[in-house]
C-alpha cells in the first residue's frame, strides 16, 4: 500500500502559529489557474468554497477524525490563493467564519483569524500539484497508532484502499510540516499520489476540489481501521492481483461518482447541504 519511504533531512523549521500577518508567502504560484481552482462566491450545484471547506470540515469529524482544536481542510481558489481552516475550533465547530482566505502571494485577507503552522503543507502541495484543488491533513487515532508502526505492508487489502492501489506515499519525518523547507519535502514525498501517511503523525489526501478530498480522507481512514482491526486478530491477506485489477479497472471509470456519492451521503449525515457551511456546525 505505501510507496518506498521517502522524507530527505530537513533543517528545523519554527514551531509557532502563524500570525495573521505571516501566511507563508511563495508557496502558491500567483497567475496560475489550476484545474482545481474554484471562484470563492459560487460553485457549480451551489455553495461556496468557505462553506465547502467548513462543511469537510465537520463531515471529517463526524467520521472519528476530530482531534481537539487540530487538523485542516483547505482549498485552491480560483485566483491562485486559498481557504483554509483558521487556529480555533475543533473540526466538529468549524463554520464559515472560522475559514481564512490567504491571497497568492501569501497574505492573509481575513484580519482577525490566525493560521495554523502546517497552512505551510498545503501552500507546497498546491505549489507542486496543479492538478489539486483540495487538501485534507487530519490525525485519526487509528491513522496515527498505525503510523508509529512503519510503512504498512505492500499490497491492497480492502476494498477501500483501491483508489490507493497505485501508491500511498509514506512521509517518514514525525515532525510537524510547520516551515517551507519541511512542506516542500512533503510535496516531493506525496509527488503524484492521492494521499500519504505521515510518521505517528496522521494522513494527507488530496483531490481536485472538495468533495473529492474529503472522500478519500474518509476511504483511507477507514481503511487503516480495517488493517489495524485485521492485525489485531490475525494476519491480513493482501487482495488477489486479478481481483485488485478488476476493481481498480471498474472503481476508476466510476472514480468521480463514488467520490460524489461518498460526500453526498457523508453531508447528509450531519445534516448538511453540500457546501453551504451550515448544518451542525456552532456559530463562532
Known amino acids: ?37 474554484m471562484p470563492a462566491g459560487g460553485m457549480p450545484g451551489g ?6 471547506v467548513a462543511t469537510a ?23 491562485g490563493g486559498l481557504f483554509v481552516k483558521a487556529v480555533g475550533p475543533s473540526l466538529a465547530r468549524v463554520t464559515t467564519a472560522w475559514v481564512a482566505e490567504i491571497s497568492p502571494d501569501g497574505s492573509l ?23 489539486v484543488g483540495a487538501v485534507v491533513h487530519t490525525h485519526p487515532l487509528a491513522v496515527q497508532s498505525a503510523t508509529t508502526l512503519g510503512p504498512l505492508p505492500d499490497g491492497v487489502f480492502s476494498q477501500d484502499e483501491v483508489p490507493f492501489a497505485a501508491g500511498l506515499a509514506w512521509y517518514d519525518d514525525a515532525d510537524l510540516v510547520a516551515d517551507t523547507a519541511r512542506a516542500q519535502g512533503f510535496a516531493t514525498c506525496l509527488g503524484g499520489a492521492r494521499g500519504a501517511l505521515l510518521r505517528a503523525h496522521g494522513l494527507v489526501t488530496v483531490g ?5 478530498a474529503t472522500a478519500l480522507a474518509l476511504l483511507l481512514h477507514r481503511a487503516v481501521s480495517v488493517r489495524l482491526a485485521a492485525m489485531a486478530v490475525g494476519r491480513p491477506r493482501p487482495l488477489p492481483p486479478v481481483t485488485l485489477d478488476r476493481l481498480r479497472g471498474a472503481f476508476e471509470a466510476g472514480h468521480r ?25 456552532e456559530d463562532r
Not at 470540515?57 to 487540530?70: E, K, P, W
Not at 485577507?109 to 492538478?131: I, K
Open 1 to 37: 500500500m505505501s510507496l518506498p519511504a521517502s522524507s530527505p533531512t530537513l533543517p528545523a523549521g519554527p514551531a509557532r502559529d502563524v500570525l495573521a500577518g505571516d501566511a507563508l508567502a511563495g508557496g502558491t504560484s500567483a497567475g496560475r489557474m489550476p484545474a482545481g481552482g
Open 47 to 52: 455553495g461556496t468554497l468557505p462553506g465547502l
Open 57 to 79: 470540515c465537520r463531515v471529517l469529524a463526524a467520521d472519528g477524525q476530530d482531534h481537539f482544536c487540530f487538523g485542516h481542510v483547505s482549498a485552491r481558489g480560483a485566483d
Open 109 to 131: 485577507r481575513t484580519p482577525g483569524l490566525r493560521l495554523h503552522e502546517e497552512t505551510a503543507l498545503h501552500q507546497a502541495v498546491y505549489a507542486a500539484r496543479p492538478d
Open 208 to 212: 481536485a476540489d472538495v468533495e473529492e
Open 257 to 281: 461518482g463514488r467520490m460524489t456519492a461518498i460526500w453526498a451521503d457523508a453531508c447528509a449525515g450531519i445534516g448538511a447541504a453540500a457546501g453551504d457551511g451550515e448544518g451542525d456546525g
